[in-house]
């Protein structure tokens, strides 16, 4: 079955040190986005590729970097990791960005501990 | 700017009662929508979406939604709910313009019980 996938599923990392949550897909989508969720919260995109074209939101912090290697991987990146960055992050994808090809496909999440 | 509110924070329901969480969203054109859910711990399933055509809108689990131009409203119903069913659900709404992306509603938490 065509998918999204996120590994791993459960990360622990000490505060400030570097972490990197991968998401790939099956699909074959031309966008792949990044999430923050904190519980009981909605998602929070974070930012999104458009092919290889990265697209930052304007409230994400420098903290959060992100690379796409290739159509099928996309990697989040938080450089230094504070407490408030312990999360849940979803990673989804879309056909495009017009019409009917925004509809986005989730991944089942990484949970982020910060300790 | 588009925006979704999703009035009910939580809802409780008997185990094979109805079901309906609303969903209200503010887009000055026709919008697209989508119903969400997310069982804990894990990501968001689309249930269903709607953009265009019937307004009445089948989706996956026996889950259904009703789009209503006149009330900004986009609820989503199931007639007899199951314990499976508990979870959060999240309405979101996007455009057709290009270079869109999906606003999310704060979500409503489904309590079943026995």
């Known amino acids: 079955d065509a998918m999204v996938i996120q590994n791993p599923r459960y990360q622990v990392t000490q505060f400030g040190k570097p972490v990197t949550l991968s998401c790939s897909q099956t699909?074959?989508?031309?966008?792949m986005y990044w999430y923050q969720q904190k519980s009981s919260q909605a998602p929070k995109l974070l930012f999104h590729y458009y092919d290889k074209d990265f697209n930052n939101e304007a409230d994400t912090p420098d903290n959060f970097q992100s690379r796409r290697p290739n159509t099928s991987f996309c990697f989040l990146d938080i450089r230094s990791p504070g407490l408030g960055d312990a999360a849940m992050y979803l990673c989804?994808?879309?056909?495009?960005?017009?019409?009917?090809?925004?509809?986005?496909?989730f991944g089942p999440g990484t949970r982020l501990t910060v300790l | 700017a588009q925006s979704v509110t999703q009035p009910d924070i939580h809802i409780t329901v008997s185990e094979g009662a109805s079901l309906e969480l609303r969903c209200n969203y503010s887009y000055g054109a026709t919008p697209y929508l989508f119903w969400y859910v997310q069982s804990p711990g894990q990501g968001l399933q689309l249930l269903l979406k709607y953009f265009s055509g019937d307004t009445l809108v089948q989706g996956i689990k026996g889950f259904e939604a009703e789009f209503k131009r006149s009330q900004s409203s986009f609820n989503l119903r199931k007639p007899s709910v199951h314990w499976s069913d508990a979870a959060e659900y999240f309405c979101a709404v996007g455009s057709n313009f290009g270079n869109e992306k999906l606003t999310f509603g704060t979500g409503t938490r489904l309590t079943i019980i026995p």
């Open positions: 699909l074959n989508h031309n966008v």
């Open positions: 989804a994808t879309s056909r495009g960005l017009a019409g009917a090809q925004i509809t986005q496909y």
